[in-house]
C-alpha cells in the first residue's frame, strides 16, 4: 500500500505560522523589557550619524541606505538560510514580526495615561504622555491630553502593527525589517529642526512612501471595526484626512475620529513652535472615556489586520 503524501509546508504557511505568532507573542509579552532590537538598531543608527552627518540630503541619503538596506540584507540573509527547514522559517519570521510590532506597549501606555487622569493627577499624565508624543505638554489640560492621546493611538496602531504585518505578509522577514528600520529612522531624524530638516529628509520621504498602504489598510479596518458608524469613517477619511500634514497620519487619524464621534487636530506645540493642525472629524471634542475606547477599537482593528495579513501570506503560491 502506497503511502499518503505529506503536505507540503510551503513558504507562504510558514510566513503566514511566524506572523500569526509574532502577533500573538506581542499581545501576550509586549516588547521585551531589555535588549529590545529596535533600541539595538537605534544605537547603530546614532553611531553612524555622527559618523556621516553633515547638513545635506545626500548624507541623509547614504544613513538610510546602508541602514535600511542592511536591514534588508539582514532579512534576506535569514529567509535564505530557512528555506529548506520551513518550521525554523516560521520560527524566524515569528521572531521578528514580534520584534517589530508594538501594539501591546502601545496599549500599556495610553491606558497608563488614562488612569493617572482618572486619579486627577494630570502632572502625571502629562509626563507619561511624553512617551507617546513628541508635542509639549506640560501645560495640556484634561481634555488635550485625552485627545493627544487618542490622536497616538490611531497614528501608532498604523505604524506599530498594520504596515509591519502588511509588510511582512508581501516580503517577509526584510519586509518586516526593512520597514521598522525605516520607521525608526524617521522616528529619529525625520522631523522638522534645525540639525534634521535636511539630514532627515529621506527618512522622512522613504516613511510616508512605506507607510502608504499600511494606513490605508489602516482606516479600511477602521470602519469595519465600527460598523455602526463606518459611514462617519469613511466620510471623516475622504474628507479631512488630505488636511492632516502627514499623508499617512491623517488617514487613520481622521477614521478614527468619524469612528468615535469626536474631533481631533488642533494646535501643537513642538519646542516653541506652533502647529494649527486641521479639525478632523464632526463630532464633539475628546473626553478621558475616550482613550479606552480608542484602545479597544485599536485591539480590533490590530486583530483584524493580523488575519488579513495572515490570509495574504498563507494565500501566495509556493516557489521551488
Known sequence: MSELPVPEFSPGLARAAGLAAGFAADRLLGDPRRWHPVA?????????????????RTRGVLHVAVLVGGAAALGEAAERLTARRPLLRAFV?????WAVLGGRSLEREALAVDCHVAESDLAAARQRLTHLVGRDTAALPESEIARAVVESVAENISDAVVAPLAWGALAGVPGLLAYRAANTLDAMTGHHSARYERFGWAAARLDDVLNLPGSRLAGLLTAACAPAA????????????RRHPSPNAGVVEAAFAGALGIRLGGTNTYGGRVEHRAVLGGGRAATPADITHAVRLARRVGTAAALVSVLLAAARPSRR
Do not use: N
Request: a positive charge; charged letters at 30%; glycine letters at 8%.
Open 40 to 56: 539595538g538598531f537605534g544605537v547603530l543608527a546614532s553611531g553612524l550619524e555622527r559618523r556621516v552627518y553633515a547638513d545635506r
Open 93 to 97: 519570521s515569528a521572531l521578528a514580526t
Open 230 to 241: 463606518a459611514r462617519e469613517t469613511l466620510a471623516a477619511w475622504r474628507r479631512d484626512a
